[in-house]
């Protein structure tokens, strides 16, 4: 939307109203399309901080827009570049509702006849449950039938275990669909992948899922970004497994997308093997769990899970 949309009025006030305001706080500063149909969009704000966000497709056609809640993330997976970049600040709700509006309009396409979207994922960058005020908000506008009217079951917002948002979520909503990034359940070996855990162990989150699950009723998803050699053994699937227990649960498996500079224990970080991933969907198969693997979209662009953050997040 823009003044120059707004034809019932005046040719002349549409003018001296654009010249003189703004409708956006964020602007669209590159646009990235990756020969999967991934868009990648790169959002300047206000204050000259970068945040991007991702378009995707599915073979269905329906899109899905992946926004981001902080400029930066303070979390530090060891496996993501947003993690590498450090944290800025948190995105205020304004910044959040504009970067739906600007995917919803690069989906609708510039004859405006495109798909709405189906789907929206707080998977970008940043945590978002350490920004639930600013996202509860954004979220209202979003879902609000006089607003925007995206259906609260279309939301999904993914969090590395945090697990005083979680509670938080259950208490008082929205009542969007939960995403846990647990990688590993092994408290040691998540620790070194994922430090948000030493303040977030997993018996913990474990029961703050159980009592979300049980306020909420609905299924959780459990992310596994799939490290080559380092969690994707036997033993991790068991363990997987074992936190899965008692939970109603789909895991989705997520082979790790390259990101130049990262490493784990002085080791660069390596995607799995084909056959690494198959066993270890198998395994987890074999042990009762429901499995998913995620779509590889937008590695070209660096647009893919983890690989946010090209730029420095820095104004
Ligand atoms: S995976 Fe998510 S929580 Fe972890 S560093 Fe990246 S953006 Fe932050």
């Known amino acids: 939307m823009s003044f ?25 500063s590159a646009r990235q399309e990756d020969p999967d149909g991934t868009v990648k969009l790169r959002f300047t704000l206000g204050d000259g901080a970068k945040v991007e966000g991702v378009l995707l497709s599915d073979g269905d056609g329906r899109r899905t827009a992946c926004i981001s ?6 979390m530090g997976c ?19 509702v504009e970067q739906f509006l600007h995917l919803r309009r690069e989906a609708a396409g510039p004859d405006r006849e495109g798909p709405e979207l189906a ?7 940043g945590e978002p449950l350490l920004n639930l005020p600013e996202l509860r908000r954004a979220l209202g506008i979003i879902t609000d039938p006089g607003g925007l009217g995206l259906s609260k079951r279309r939301i999904t917002l993914s969090t590395a275990g945090i697990i005083r948002g979680i509670r938080d979520l259950a208490d008082n909503g929205p009542e969007v669909r939960l995403a846990v990034s647990l990688t590993a359940a092994d408290e ?10 030493a303040a977030n162990p997993l018996p913990r989150l474990k029961e703050a899922l159980a009592s979300y699950q049980e306020k909420a009723g609905r299924r959780i998803t459990l992310e596994a970004v799939l490290l080559g050699g380092i969690n994707t053994r ?30 784990f224990e002085g080791r660069p970080l390596r995607e799995p093997a084909p056959a690494e991933a198959e066993a270890f969907s198998r395994e987890l198969a074999r042990r009762g769990l429901t499995v998913t693997r995620r779509l590889r979209k937008g590695l070209k662009i660096s647009g893919a899970c983890g690989q946010l953050g090209e730029l420095s997040v820095d104004p």
């Not at 120059?4 to 669209?28: A, C, I, N, Q």
């Not at 040691?188 to 855990?197: C, D, F, K």
């Open 4 to 28: 120059g949309e707004m034809t019932d009025l005046p040719r002349t006030l549409r003018e001296d109203l654009d010249s003189r305001f703004s409708l956006y706080s964020t602007g669209v």
């Open 69 to 74: 809640s902080q400029a930066g993330c303070a």
């Open 78 to 96: 060891v496996f993501c570049k947003t993690g590498s970049l450090g944290f800025l600040r948190n995105l205020n709700s304004a910044e959040i």
């Open 119 to 125: 789907n929206v994922v707080f998977m970008g960058m």
């Open 188 to 197: 040691a070996l998540r620790r070194a992948l994922m430090p948000v855990t």
């Open 234 to 263: 036997p033993r991790d699937a068991a363990a997987l497994a074992d936190f899965a227990r008692g939970l109603d649960v789909a895991v989705n498996l997520i082979p790790w997308n390259p990101a130049e500079g990262l490493s």
